[in-house]
């Protein structure tokens, strides 16, 4: 018997079980519905997707999309590359070699993703990420997964009486087995009504499956009692035929955490379609780790988007920008004229540079105030004004907005890191600048850890050692030289219940990497290690059997820097050798002589060799220096030649020039010359003229008998 949240119970048949989960799941579609609703316009309003109909949003003409910004600035921020996890010693005991190298095989399998076997893990991520800052909900899911290959076992035959001992029979065999990290759709998520996410008494995970899917899904299932008439979340095309869609049905995995079993649930069935006991068989059960949710409270454990909480904001500045736009298209030159001055519209619509226009009446247009009087404007002074206020508050607004959304902090630890400051203040005011979303960073680490510490207890509880060896490729290692140490780490693996105390997985950082940092922590490293041997050196002459001892303070120090294991292995094997080794007694005289004259030897050729040497880096260095002179040389010349060229093109220039001035000028007195003589002759024939009407004039006079 079993009972849901309103204290009913019900049997454990196919059929009780499928009332029980339809109460459960119709009160989490109603509580999730609210949400789902405005997650949708929350999607809509990053993509600027513009409807007819007015949304609660507010319907504008003309948005500044400022959340879209805001929210890829937050993406690139805290994916700055794919994120990686380290599984390692949880307190760092340089002598627990077993932990360490049980944390570096695992390392190498998390961080090898098996893109053939299921989702790109990244793509996981960056989904789940982006899924957080707009909904305000992140999930994935892990899922085991092998795949078997069949051997065939020839019959076993007795020698001698030709009898046969065993049949031949077919064996399957575990090929191989791996982890797949499942992105689930924030729609695609239910849980029961809770305040906390340990209260959460079971969650529901949603899949569309098409008729061959849900066969082989459920063999034991008629397919002709399932309603596949729902289309699902996206159209789907057979075949070449992309009107052809593939009826689907929706099934539900509902994760019961109080029964420990996973019952899959259809609408319209009103059976069960399956039920299997705690499949993972995980300590908390879950498949998946704690959601990456946004703005939750203790009263309700349900998410709330980020763009829900500044909406208003983002309205006012929407709003702002649409008056500022029609506003701006009604700042333009618009005016009124006497429609008696035709002249006063020609000079926009036909005038040009140094052109004149004709007006007719010219005392009647001077009367009127000349073109002030004929023409006006319409005044658009208020309109400049009003603009300018509108910009004015709407920056305030959006500073306001950044606020909220903590941009304002990301947008002053870019300009501190940019300015020339001091070093120590530099990084003390850069940090306090990402200070707002240090948390966000911490959550999303949280989150992507949490994932691949559910992959460490799957290949804890369900990998068979001969697959950690072959995903880990620890035997081409130098710690995978070590059987012994081996087998013992796989057996820490294999003990999930001891690992946890001993090993711990810690994501790396996901934001962009602090390279700077990295290469000062590194140089400080190997600046230490150089002292250190100077200081040893002093201790091994005089006992040449510490060196082990030296190695192992050596590891020390190397075991609290990240990365360091496959160093450790190396380190290791040189202990163990030396430790295998017995320290050299002292040589008596004969040898010691002998080793002079060895080590004199030694030294003599040695010495041969330095000279060759310094007498071929000698001879190099002779023809670098030749070779610069002569460079220098080659130099030299080219710039005596360049500044030549340069003189000559000058003198040519000041010769061009004098040339052009002189055709200039006698241009210029030719033309004088010639309007000289047209002036003369003009002139000339006007005299003519006039002597020509005042002889026609006479002439006239005389034939009429009047006087001359």
């Not at 001698?160 to 087995?177: K, N, R, S, Y």
């Not at 454990?301 to 500022?324: C, G, H, V, W």
């Not at 996901?510 to 390279?515: K, P, Q, S, T």
């Not at 003009?682 to 005389?702: F, P, W, Y």
């Amino acid at each position: 018997m079993t009972e849901d949240a309103g204290g009913r119970e019900y049997k454990d048949t196919p059929a009780d079980q499928w009332k029980r989960w339809s109460v459960e799941m119709l009160a989490a579609k109603k509580d999730f519905a609210k949400w789902q609703k405005e997650s949708k316009k929350v999607i809509e309003k990053f993509l600027d997707s513009r409807t007819s109909e007015q949304d609660e949003w507010g319907d504008v003409s003309t948005r500044l999309n400022l959340f879209h910004a805001n929210t890829t600035t937050l993406m690139c921020m805290l994916y700055g590359k794919v994120p990686k996890v380290e599984v390692a010693r949880r307190f760092a005991d340089a002598d627990d070699n077993v932990a360490r190298v049980a944390g570096l095989m695992l390392t190498r399998i998390l961080n090898t993703d098996i893109e053939e076997a299921g989702e790109d893990i990244a793509a996981v991520f960056r989904n789940g990420l982006q899924d957080r800052l707009l909904p305000g909900l992140g999930t994935a899911r892990v899922q085991y997964q092998f795949s078997s290959k069949k051997t065939n076992l020839e019959a076993i035959i007795q020698p001698d009486t030709g009898e046969e001992i065993a049949p031949a029979v077919v064996v399957e065999e575990l090929d191989t087995e791996w982890v797949d990290v499942v992105y689930t759709h924030w729609s695609d998520i239910l849980w029961s009504a809770a305040r906390t996410h340990p209260e959460i008494r079971w969650k529901a995970y949603r899949a569309w499956l098409d008729k061959d899917e849900f066969k082989e899904r459920f063999p034991d299932i008629d397919p002709k009692k399932i309603d596949f008439k729902n289309k699902g979340p996206v159209m789907r095309s057979r075949g070449d035929k992309e009107s052809t869609v593939d009826p689907q049905v929706e099934v539900w995995e509902i994760w019961d955490k109080k029964d420990k079993c996973v019952t899959w649930w259809t609408e319209g069935f009103e059976e069960t379609l399956d039920k299997q006991d705690d499949p993972l068989q995980l300590k908390g059960f879950w498949p998946d780790p704690p959601p990456f949710i946004a703005n939750a409270t203790t009263s309700k454990y349900m998410p709330r988007s980020d763009y829900s909480i500044a909406k208003d904001l983002y309205r006012e500045i929407d709003k702002l920008q649409t008056r500022i736009s029609l506003l701006t298209d009604a700042c333009k030159l618009v005016g009124i004229y006497d429609k008696s001055q035709e002249g006063v519209k020609r000079i926009f619509t036909e005038g040009i540079e140094n052109d004149l226009i004709p007006v007719d009446n010219w005392a009647q247009f001077a009367e009127k105030g000349g073109l002030k009087g004929v023409i006006d404007w319409v005044p658009i002074e208020a309109v400049v004004n009003a603009i300018e206020i509108l910009t004015t508050k709407q920056g305030e607004k959006i500073q306001q907005l950044y606020q909220v959304t903590g941009m304002n902090d990301i947008m002053r630890g870019a300009a501190i890191s940019s300015a020339r400051t001091s070093a120590t203040r530099d990084q003390l005011e850069a940090s306090y600048g990402s200070i707002r979303i240090e948390a966000l960073q911490n959550e999303f680490a949280r989150w992507v850890g949490d994932i691949q510490g559910l992959k460490v207890e799957i290949i804890s509880r369900h990998y068979q050692p001969e697959t950690v060896v072959k995903q880990s490729n620890i035997l081409s290692t130098v710690d995978g030289q070590d059987q012994q140490l081996v087998e013992q780490a796989i057996q820490l693996i294999k003990d999930s219940d001891n690992a946890r105390w001993r090993i711990t997985v810690r994501p790396e950082t996901l934001a962009i990497a602090d390279y700077a940092q990295m290469k000062q922590d590194r140089t400080e490293y190997i600046n230490a290690l150089a002292l250190f041997m100077q200081s040893a050196a002093p201790l091994l002459q005089m006992d040449p059997g510490s060196l082990p001892s030296l190695l192992k303070l050596l590891k020390w120090g190397l075991s609290g820097f990240r990365g360091s294991s496959e160093i450790e292995g190396v380190i290791d094997a040189d202990i163990s050798r030396l430790e295998k080794t017995p320290p050299q007694s002292k040589q008596d005289p004969a040898a010691a002589a002998e080793a002079a004259k060895a080590q004199t030897e030694q030294m003599k050729q040695k010495g041969i060799q330095e000279k060759i040497q310094a007498e071929v880096q000698q001879e190099a260095q002779s023809h670098q220096q030749k070779l610069t002179q002569s460079a220098q040389d080659h130099d030299q010349k080219m710039q005596q030649k360049q500044a030549e060229f340069q003189a000559h093109m000058q003198e040519m220039a000041a010769q061009f020039k004098m040339d052009l001035t002189q055709i200039v000028t006698d241009m210029v007195a030719s033309i004088r010359q010639e309007a000289e003589a047209t002036r003369f002759q003009t002139l000339g024939k006007v005299n003519e003229a006039k002597i020509q009407m005042e002889s026609d004039d006479h002439a006239a006079r005389r034939d009429n008998g009047k006087p001359t």
